[in-house]
T-cell receptor, first 112, second 114 residues
Framework: GEDVEQSLFLSVREGDSSVINCTYT??????LYWYKQEPGAGLQLLTY?????DMKQDQRLTVLLNKKDKHLSLRIADTQTGDSAIYFC????????????FGKGTKLSVKP | NAGVMQNPRHLVRRRGQEARLRCSPM?????VYWYRQLPEEGLKFMVY????????ESGMPKERFSAEFPKEGPSILRIQQVVRGDSAAYFC????????????FGQGTRLTVV
């Protein structure tokens, strides 16, 4: 079945790196995404990676994809208090019409 | 180019009433997706529409829920005879094509059923 798993909480100190992990089940997923949701707000697309890539870097964000283990991670370098939010991993399952399957989200708390 | 616009942002309905949620996609986007987010949960796909067509409604409850995306005007998610369990945040996303490489989300409509 389709299921995206994430740990629910992560707490880091300001300036440290944060690593948020995600596992997915559909090996034929074409794109994998990371979204950020601040309290009471909508979802902001942070980055996405195509399934034939291993890594993607975008400023402070690094996405690593291990297709064999169906594992996706998001690393935030030099984490700031403004990074405190819920981070959702999502996949576009193979054969879908483009709809996304989301994990339950990881709540990142950044302590000063 | 305005983003995805949803209104209202907050909606309160009594049990048994109807709720109508609107979504205007980004300019140039003809694909609309509706998702529901229950408290402390991720988003669950409900329905995917293109102009005047429902493409995939596999996530829609069988009763009381309907969606449309007319040729002119916003997409509408309609919930008839609301119950407490319908209380959630409803998000709309739009993309220019499918499969979507980048879906842009609206701010959501937070429905509270009292």
């Amino acid at each position: 079945g389709e299921d995206v798993e994430q740990s629910l909480f992560l707490s880091v100190r300001e300036g440290d790196s944060s690593v948020i992990n995600c596992t997915y089940t559909d090996s034929s997923s074409t794109y994998l995404y990371w979204y950020k949701q601040e309290p009471g707000a909508g979802l902001q697309l942070l980055t996405y990676i195509f399934s034939n890539m291993d890594m993607k870097q975008d400023q402070r964000l690094t996405v690593l994809l291990n297709k064999k283990d169906k594992h996706l991670s998001l690393r935030i370098a030099d984490t700031q208090t403004g990074d405190s939010a819920i981070y959702f991993c999502a996949e576009t399952p193979g054969g879908s019409q483009g709809n996304l399957i989301f994990g339950k989200g990881t709540k990142l708390s950044v302590k000063p | 180019n305005a983003g995805v616009m949803q209104n209202p942002r907050h909606l309160v309905r009594r049990r048994g009433q109807e709720a109508r949620l609107r979504c205007s996609p980004m300019k140039g986007h003809s694909h609309v997706y509706w998702y529901r987010q229950l408290p402390e949960e991720g988003l669950k796909f409900m329905v995917y529409l293109q102009k005047e067509n429902i493409i995939d409604e596999s996530g829609m409850p069988k009763e009381r829920f309907s969606a449309e995306f007319p040729k002119e005007g916003p997409s509408i998610l309609r919930i008839q005879q609301v119950v407490r369990g319908d209380s959630a945040a409803y998000f709309c996303a739009s993309s220019p094509g499918s499969p979507n490489t980048e879906a842009f989300f609206g701010q959501g409509t937070r429905l509270t059923v009292v």
